[in-house]
């Protein structure tokens, strides 16, 4: 009890910055489908479908950038600043690669799209779309990599300020190119592509220019020396990273794989599905938020060599993570007819919410679980376990249960949506289980390795 108070106000240094980013993202996703959706609804379409595509593929640079916090927390842990500038190059590096098999994937990607059976006009404006944003990938890259570098030294408020900016830029430029103002063309849902891009590079710059002349990164220097790259250097990084982005594509293609499959049991049973999943993923963020935060202080911990404090770390973030998504499951539970007549008037849909909103509350919870372990995880640079544990508890068995319970009457009569959400809640409490006890093991393992250097 006696680290409780202190951990919590470091980790919630921390989170509240990274939360506050992560919102702004999410909100600049909100503010381009309600402007496209404003032209029309093929706009909306194709915007939607855009986003579909740009975001798994970038899940590559994602993780591979993720990397790099863990890594530069543990050279801040250990006092070892000097080689904080070798390791962000390095990792830039690393994430270049990914974006080229990346742009690739992107540049193709409309091709798969055009053997579909889909309209003329919706096609062509899902590939402009695509086109135009891809013109942002370079920033992106860029901004995953400062903002790592950034946050593995414990400074988190430039992304919070950065985010800030992101969503003020993306308003109005997505103004000028979806409706076609200040002599631009009238885009329409192709427009905000273009938007994206723009802001990607807006945000990149200011991050950039922000580590340029910031007092406190004069002493990791990243730009003052050139280092060419190193391939042990990059095979690290990718060893680290390539298995959180594989983490990540397992989650999001998960949910991806559920929209398809509830999608032939009617318009009711995919919108009700859609607002309790839309709700829940906002509650996320904040989960999400404190494994960033998490990986952080256990990488600066381990760094020091303290792994006892590193133990506390995450055992102050469960606490936190656990306590907050109890109260916020209680709040759909009891709130869940409340929440869904936000989104619809629909009495039906309204009622299947309210429902699946219930069965978030249980959901909520242990995917709190599961990304504070990862997270944990992350800072001790073990990422392998995270991907072979997301891979088997959220397809081989998250996925059956819920096919089983939602389309089968092999237990129980068919139950839609809310199979699938059972089958969320099973999948997500084994990898809880499954990633807290390869944490634990983890964390034997560098007290034992910490003895042995003392002797």
């Not at 006009?121 to 990599?145: C, E, N, Q, S």
């Not at 430029?173 to 273009?194: D, E, Q, R, S, T």
């Not at 906002?282 to 020091?304: E, K």
Request: charged share 10%; hydrophobic share 55%; glycine share 10%.
């Amino acid at each position: 009890m006696r680290h409780l108070w202190p951990e919590t106000k470091k980790l919630g240094l921390l989170t509240g910055p990274i939360l506050i980013a992560q919102l702004t993202q999410m909100l600049m996703g909100v503010v381009d489908t309600l402007m496209a959706g404003r032209v029309g609804a093929t706009d909306l379409a194709a915007v939607s479908v855009g986003g579909s595509v740009w975001v798994p593929l970038t899940l590559l640079v994602f993780g591979l950038g993720l990397a790099l916090a863990p890594v530069i927390s543990h050279c801040d842990g250990a006092n070892e600043r000097s080689q904080v500038a070798r390791h962000f190059q390095q990792s830039l590096y690393t994430c270049i690669i990914g974006a080229v098999l990346t742009g690739i994937l992107l540049y193709l990607a409309p091709y798969f799209l055009g053997v579909l059976d889909v309209e003329e006009d919706f096609r062509d404006k899902t590939i402009a779309y695509l086109r135009y944003i891809m013109w942002g990938l370079p920033a992106f890259v860029l901004y995953v990599v400062l903002r790592n570098l950034c946050e593995g030294l414990s400074h988190t408020m430039p992304s919070l300020v950065i985010g800030i900016i992101g969503l003020l830029i993306n308003i109005p430029v997505n103004y000028i190119f979806i409706y076609g103002k200040l002599g631009m063309p009238a885009l329409g849902g192709a427009g905000a592509g273009v938007a994206s891009a723009i802001v990607l590079w807006g945000m990149a710059l200011s991050l950039l220019g922000y580590v340029l002349v910031a007092k406190r990164y004069k002493k990791v220097a990243p730009f003052a020396k050139f280092y060419p790259p190193n391939w042990d250097d990059i095979t690290h990084f990718v060893r680290l990273g390539f298995p959180i982005s594989m983490a990540l594509f397992f989650e999001t293609s998960l949910f991806a794989a559920v929209a398809i499959l509830i999608a032939p049991l009617g318009a009711i049973v995919v919108s009700g599905h859609q607002i309790a999943l839309n709700v829940s993923s906002l509650v996320y963020m904040f989960p999400l938020s404190l494994s960033m935060a998490v990986t952080l202080r256990i990488g600066f911990a381990l760094g020091a060599q303290r792994s006892e404090d590193a133990m506390n770390a995450f055992k102050v973030a469960l606490l936190l993570g656990v306590s907050f998504a109890t109260v916020n499951g209680l709040g759909m539970w009891l709130g869940g007819r409340w929440l869904a007549s936000l989104y619809t008037t629909d009495a039906e849909i309204i009622a299947l919410a309210s429902t699946l909103l219930g069965l978030a509350a249980i959901f909520t919870i242990s995917d709190t679980f599961q990304a504070i372990s990862i997270g944990a995880l992350r800072g001790y640079k073990d990422t392998r376990a995270s991907m072979i544990v997301t891979l088997i508890a959220y397809w081989p068995f998250g996925l059956t249960v819920g096919v089983v319970l939602g389309l089968t009457d092999l237990i129980v009569p068919r139950m839609g949506a809310a199979g699938f959400w059972i089958g969320f809640i099973s999948g997500l409490s084994v990898a809880a289980v499954m990633l807290t006890v390869r944490l634990y093991r983890v964390h034997h393992n560098w007290e034992l390795q910490g003895k042995a250097h003392a002797d």
